[in-house]
């Protein structure tokens, strides 16, 4: 499996940086439920060479990028359209912890180099298309489907499905893959388990030192409900202090609410964070039928509200979201300045599932 295209024209880093600091980013939108719009069946999802694997591969969207690249490269390229500067690769689930759902944890390197390639590819026509234009592409990590934090047995409440070791492990393999094929940024996001978050940073840097390459580590946590907390029980101030050690590019919120149930929560981190602040929500709360009923206006309007309220520096749309609610959302932040980071104190700053500063 060939590495993907390295960007031709020097420092990904510094044009990052240099563009967060001129005005507000636009991140892509969904992935998943773009894929869906294409009707694929378990065929598409098989290709050739995985036509006699022994389990059902219809679901796992991340194999796509190996068997129907064609799809995964038009919604990078149809986002790139609309208007993001930053696209997330297709490997939400390219782990070998995530991959064994459907006994594929040997392919994680292959998913994960030709997810960097489908993105950078789009990325590299886009550019062509506007000349002077520069489009980023980031590594997406999720969060997995198992948690160092709880335990999946109500009857054993010490028990774990995964151990601290095993998750590092899994996130070192990914994070290898992704940084060896290209990206310009890493993206951990989707967090629901503060613990989980932190394995994979500590993957990160084990990788960054390893190799001797470093790429800006942007964060991206989920709050679960009207209750505020991720679902690992803490609030966004707590979250953040525990992360912060990682000096992150950026911290932010996306996925389980609307914009609009985000605000808060937003609002509180801007003034916390002394990195760049994210945000990119659903396009509302699934309906009856799994569907989103937000439209592009309605997420435009909210996350223009958020940057003019100077909470934001990236914005972009989660589940839901589609190429038109990313035109919106980036006509919406044109003309608008970017949140202004504030510098850091010195105070201490302890996390549980409360914040505590001392100062």
């Known amino acids: ?25 636009v ?3 969904a992935m998943g439920s773009m894929i869906q719009t294409f009707g694929l069946t378990e065929a598409d999802f098989r290709g050739t060479r995985f036509a006699s694997h022994g389990h059902d591969l ?3 969207n991340d194999l796509l990028c190996l068997t129907r690249p064609d799809v995964i490269e038009k919604i990078h390229a149809d ?5 993001a500067d930053l696209v997330e690769t297709n490997t939400f689930s390219s782990t070998r912890i995530a991959q064994a759902d459907y006994r594929l944890e040997s392919i994680v390197r292959d998913l994960n180099l030709a997810a960097v390639a489908c993105a950078r590819r789009a990325a590299v026509v886009a550019e062509a298309a506007t000349p002077g234009r520069r489009c980023f592409v980031a590594g997406a990590v999720g969060p997995l489907n198992r948690t160092l934090s709880m335990s999946p047995d109500v009857n054993r409440p010490d028990f774990r499905a995964v151990t601290w070791d095993q998750v590092v492990e899994a996130y070192v393999e990914q994070i290898r893959a992704l940084l060896e094929s290209g990206i310009d940024a890493l993206l951990i996001e989707t967090i629901f388990d503060t613990l989980n978050a ?5 993957a990160a840097e084990s990788v960054f030192e390893e190799t001797g390459v470093r790429v800006p580590v942007m964060i991206s946590v989920t709050i679960t409900d009207a209750s505020g907390r991720t679902l690992s029980g803490q609030t966004i101030g707590a979250f953040y202090h525990s992360i912060a050690h990682a000096r992150p590019f950026s911290v932010g919120i996306n996925c389980a609410l609307g914009g609009a149930a985000m605000r808060p929560y937003v609002e509180e981190l801007a ?3 002394s990195c760049y602040t994210s945000c990119y929500p659903n396009a509302g709360l699934p309906n009856a039928f799994g569907g989103y009923d937000e439209t592009p206006a309605d997420m435009a309007r909210v996350l223009g ?9 990236l914005v972009g749309g989660c589940c839901g979201s589609t190429p038109a609610h990313i035109a919106a959302i980036a006509a919406a932040v044109r003309k608008l300045p970017a949140r202004r980071v ?5 105070a201490m700053r302890l996390s549980g599932l409360e914040a505590l500063v001392v100062n």
């Open 58 to 60: 219809q679901g796992n």
């Open 27 to 29: 991140l892509d939108g």
């Open 342 to 346: 504030p510098a850091a104190d010195s």
């Open 305 to 313: 509200e958020f940057a003019g309220q100077g909470w934001v520096n």
């Open 198 to 202: 932190k394995a994979a940073l500590f």
């Open 79 to 83: 986002y790139f359209a609309a208007g």
């Open 271 to 273: 003034g916390l964070a």
């Open 1 to 25: 499996m060939p590495s993907a295209l390295p960007h031709p024209s020097g420092s990904a880093t510094a044009a990052l940086e240099a563009l967060f600091a001129s005005r507000i980013v």
